[in-house]
T-cell receptor, first 111, second 111 residues
């Protein structure tokens, strides 16, 4: 969906380095979410935002932080990447609680 | 916390066959959603259900919101190779709640 883009699409990084993933939307939706997807676990919510500077933790937030300084951008930061954070990360947006639109994902490998 | 149960983890069918997938929970949900994820992409919304007992179709897909509000099913008729992917159910408990996802079922279609 052209209304939501994630960058980068792929990244390889070393253990202990900081990493920031970006989610950008052009839909002016209020809600934004970060998920990680791992085999056997499905989609797990990391953090979410319900407006500029309003964020909250999801079920797997340890080791991650987020920021939302403008409606269109939601950044996910791994302060010090670990191998357990190797995953596929998805951003999603919604106008109201309900059907989410997902980005195409970022495949992150921590070596 | 709330959980949505999808099983089996994988399904293998022959092209042209129908397939049905269930999603169950011990909690009540007010909205049920079905998503499909193609390889290398984010999940895409297939069908949304808003009322207990509701039966909704989208082409060869039919989904139902269970009367107890604790389950939903998705049926795909006359499967084709492009039906391959991961199918997720998701539920909402209230207007301001976040989506809860099942772990997904990987569907393979043999030509």
């Amino acid at each position: 969906d052209a209304g939501i883009t994630q960058s980068p699409r792929h990244k390889v990084t070393e253990t202990g380095t900081p990493v920031t993933l970006r989610c950008h939307q052009t839909e002016n939706h209020r809600y934004m979410y970060w998920y990680r997807q791992d085999p056997g676990h499905g989609l797990r919510l990391i953090h979410y935002s319900y407006g500029v500077k309003d964020t909250d933790k999801g079920e797997v937030s340890d080791g991650y932080s987020v920021s939302r300084s403008k409606t269109e951008d939601f950044l996910l930061t791994l302060e010090s990447a670990t191998s357990s954070q190797t995953s596929v990360y998805f951003c999603a947006i919604s106008a109201a609680a309900g059907g989410y639109t997902f980005g195409s994902g970022t495949r992150l490998t921590v070596v | 916390g709330q959980q949505l149960n999808q099983s089996p983890q994988s399904m293998f069918i022959q092209e042209g066959e129908d397939v049905s997938m269930n999603c169950t929970s011990s909690s009540i949900f007010n909205t049920w959603l079905w998503y499909k994820q193609d390889p290398g992409e984010g999940p895409v919304l297939l069908i949304a259900l808003y009322k207990a007992g509701e039966l909704t179709s989208n082409g060869r897909l039919t989904a139902q919101f269970g009367i107890t509000r604790k389950d939903s099913f998705l049926n795909i008729s006359a499967s084709i190779p492009s039906d391959v992917g991961i199918y997720f159910c998701a539920g909402l408990t209230g207007a301001n709640s976040k989506l809860t996802f099942g772990k997904g079922i990987t569907l393979s279609v043999r030509p």
